[in-house]
């Protein structure tokens, strides 16, 4: 009896034992769930790609103020800062040296002017006497010699003259044009020399700015490659407005122009400099500011890749496309510019093909993936 419950009870073990076996063996035979993911399908569009060239900002006029004449700084009228209209008096100079020189350049000029009239005189006198007789003629080609040298002597005083004016003229320093003043190092007494390193300041006039930005080599040819025109004038006639980004990453307000093109590459740099101009009627950027010009290139049915479905593993950009049977394939593509959040791209993925947008990073190849509609995104 206790034999046959022995036996009952070990076929029971063993049954039980079995069914458990089956069922764990089942539940690893079973395929793994799919991965939900946002995807979205490849289009073509017209865009426009952006590149960032660093650029240093400079007033369309910067002038160093300095003497023409050295001195004593006797009174400076304006404020580092200060914005000036062309003529507006800036600096004075001691004029007192250069008005006596002046006066004594007048009073020379009197002196010439007289021996002038005495030589006539002399000519008057001996005229008659030759023409009588009564001495040589020889007097009279003396006279009239003198009366030259006393001519040209006057065309000399009076040149003196004009010299001191001028001289006494530049003891007045006004702004050549209109614009910002720079920092004045030198305040009023202070010795003024012709020598002098440092300029007394520096006056930008601003209502233009000129954003100089330098091309590699390869970018210059592939500038010239992708805007219209035969020439380069032509071509800087159909690009479109430049865009000027400041230092704080703002985007400038005003639209500007490419200009300008360098006669020849720096040898040292490989690089070749152009020129935006951006009005600046506010006076809101000054000389020395820096910033970025961005230039924008227009593409027709261009593939668009958002960013964010890309991957970069070594130096080259891959993105996760979907197979018919949703199940992951890591493809390379080449990326030809960017817009925004976006890559434009020339090879490697079409218009039509299901990309992933989500989780890219924790994707592998031939994962199976349930496809989602992928969220708006954020501004």
């Not at 952006?50 to 103020?65: P, Q």
């Not at 300095?66 to 062309?86: C, M, T, W």
């Not at 040296?97 to 002046?102: P, T």
């Not at 009023?188 to 930008?204: F, Q, R, V, Y």
């Amino acid at each position: 009896m206790k034999k046959d419950v022995l036996i009952r009870s070990m076929l029971v073990l063993t049954v039980l034992v079995g069914l458990y076996s089956c069922k764990s063996s089942s539940a690893h035979n079973e395929a793994p769930a799919a991965t939900p993911a946002e995807v979205v399908t490849i289009g073509a569009a017209d865009t426009n790609t952006e590149n960032d060239y660093t650029a240093s900002l400079e007033g369309k006029v910067n002038v160093e103020i300095r003497s023409q004449v050295d001195g004593y700084l006797e009174k400076v009228y304006v404020d580092e800062g200060a914005y000036v209209k062309a003529g507006q008096p800036l600096f004075k100079i001691d004029e007192h040296r250069y008005r006596e020189q002046l006066n004594n350049a007048k009073a020379a000029l009197h002196a010439a002017e007289a021996s002038v009239l005495n030589a006539q005189l002399e000519i008057d006198k001996v005229t008659p006497l030759v023409n009588n007789k009564v001495v040589s003629d020889m007097q009279l080609r003396t006279a009239k010699t003198a009366h030259e040298v006393a001519t040209a002597n006057v065309e000399q005083a009076k040149a003196m003259v004009a010299s001191a004016a001028i001289n006494l003229g530049y003891t007045n320093i006004t702004a050549p044009v209109s614009g910002y003043i720079g920092r004045i190092p030198k305040k009023a007494g202070a010795l003024i020399s012709l020598n002098d390193p440092e300029a007394l300041t520096k006056l930008s006039d601003v209502h233009e700015i000129y954003a100089y930005f330098s091309l590699s080599e390869g970018d210059f040819f592939s500038f010239k490659d992708n805007y219209d025109g035969s020439t380069l004038e032509e071509k800087l006639k159909n690009l479109p407005p430049a865009i000027l980004v400041l230092a704080d990453n703002h985007v400038y307000e005003e639209k500007g122009k490419v200009d300008m093109i360098d006669g020849q590459f720096e040898k040292n740099t490989g690089a070749i400099t152009l020129r935006a101009v951006f009005p600046n009627a506010k006076g809101t950027i000054r000389t020395g500011n820096t910033g970025k010009v961005r230039l924008l290139r227009e593409h027709k049915a261009a593939i668009i890749v958002p960013q964010a479905a890309t991957i970069e593993i070594q130096d080259r950009i891959f993105v996760y496309t979907l197979d018919k049977d949703n199940k992951t394939v890591r493809q390379a593509i080449t990326v030809i510019g960017s817009t925004g959040n976006q890559y434009l791209v020339s090879d490697g993925v079409k218009s039509g093909d299901r990309i992933v947008v989500s989780g890219v990073d924790r994707l592998k190849e031939g994962m199976e993936i349930k496809p989602e509609k992928a969220k708006p995104a954020q501004n």
